[in-house]
């Protein structure tokens, strides 16, 4: 299977900071996504991203999928944005429920 | 529109005992997928289901199974509960549609936890 590198495992900010998480893999994947994972334990899909970039408010994510990489960029961090970021992918289209998580990034945004 | 509703949101189990999980996807999403989460292994695939046929068995034992009903509705049933067991356990819907992508959409979990 793949192996999903996320970094770093642990980021500490102050309000207002901006930020670049970044997702390798060994493989080439399909449907990535990034997540977020709230204190409650709830995953919330914040891209999906194949390829390309795309924009949602405050966040940003690119994908390179010639080599292999996905980075998620939060600006003007709020405290409301601490908790577990992963991205996940699965290693082709027939296995496309089957995603794979990284071990997530720990992000904490002081105020 | 409703998001992804699973019951029970928490569960206290004795070892031995099993255990059934549901989860209600998104109106018109016809995959569900469960996951299980753990501090150890992290966020790991047990199953997929579409149109009421697992499409995609991840490596747990025979003691995790589960179906989806004709309406997407899906139920997970651990048996013979182990310590090892205690995690959190989320469902996804997605729209599962070639060619569309697989985003997908998690409920709020159940955090199992065996005594």
């Known amino acids: 299977g793949i192996q999903v590198e996320q970094s770093p495992p642990d980021l500490i900010l102050q309000e207002g900071a901006n930020s670049t998480l970044r997702c390798n893999f060994s493989d080439s994947v399909n449907n990535l996504q990034w997540f977020h994972q709230n204190p409650w334990g709830q995953l919330i899909n914040l891209f999906y991203i194949p390829s390309g970039t795309k924009q949602n408010g405050r966040l940003s994510a690119t994908t390179v999928a010639t080599e292999r990489y996905s980075l998620l960029y939060i600006s003007s961090s709020q405290t409301t944005d601490s908790g577990v970021y992963f991205c996940a992918g699965s290693l082709s289209e027939t296995s496309g429920s089957r995603l794979t998580f990284g071990e997530g990034t720990q992000l904490t945004v002081n105020p | 529109k409703a998001g992804v509703t699973q019951t029970p949101r928490y569960l206290i189990k004795t070892r031995g005992q099993q255990v059934t999980l549901s989860c209600s996807p998104i109106s018109g999403h016809r995959s569900v997928s469960w996951y299980q989460q753990t501090p150890g292994q992290g966020l790991q695939f047990l199953f997929e289901?579409?149109?009421?046929?697992?499409?995609n068995k991840g490596n747990f034992p025979g003691r995790f199974s589960g179906r989806q009903f004709s309406n997407s509705r899906s139920e997970m049933n651990v048996s013979t509960l182990e310590l090892g067991d205690s995690a959190l356990y989320l469902c996804a819907s997605s729209l599962r549609l070639r060619g569309l992508g697989y985003g997908y959409t998690f409920g709020s979990g159940t955090r199992l936890t065996v005594v």
């Open positions: 289901y579409f149109s009421e046929t697992q499409r």
